[in-house]
Nanobody, 121 residues
Framework: VQLQASGGGLVQAGGSLRLSCVVSGRTFGRYVMGWFRQAPGKEREFVAAVSWSGATTDYADSVKGRFTISRDNARDTVHLQMNGLKPEDTAVYYC???????????????WGQGTQVTVSS
């Protein structure tokens, strides 16, 4: 399984970015997609997750109301629309796959390579 994340970059505070992640080579069926991030000197943290159907989502409190996760199953792709970005959102963002129908914040065995998001003040 390969996950390819893209869409990171440098943006000013208050700006927006849209991250994408494409899954390829999978041999399993329905799966949950998640986004995580890791800032310098900090542990990796959960950002958002979405169920196979897209009907169930979960967001970290720090991004709720600003970020939106969505998916396109025909393209095995998940997106993270990030609005109202803040300097504290600066991190490497990772997409991940959980081979289960239940949305959760742990239990992701497959990870992408990460894409850098930098928000300037």
């Amino acid at each position: 399984v390969q996950l390819q994340a893209s869409g990171g970059g440098l943006v000013q505070a208050g700006g927006s970015l849209r991250l994408s992640c494409v899954v390829s080579g999978r041999t399993f069926g329905r799966y949950v997609m998640g986004w995580f991030r890791q800032a310098p000197g900090k542990e990796r943290e959960f950002v958002a997750a979405v169920s196979w159907s897209g009907a169930t989502t979960d967001y970290a409190d720090s991004v709720k109301g600003r970020f939106t996760i969505s998916r396109d199953n025909a393209r095995d792709t998940v997106h993270l629309q990030m609005n109202g970005l803040k300097p504290e959102d600066t991190a490497v963002y990772y997409c991940a796959v959980r081979t289960s129908a239940a949305v959760a914040r742990t239990g992701y065995p497959y990870w992408g390579q990460g894409t850098q998001v930098t928000v300037s003040s």
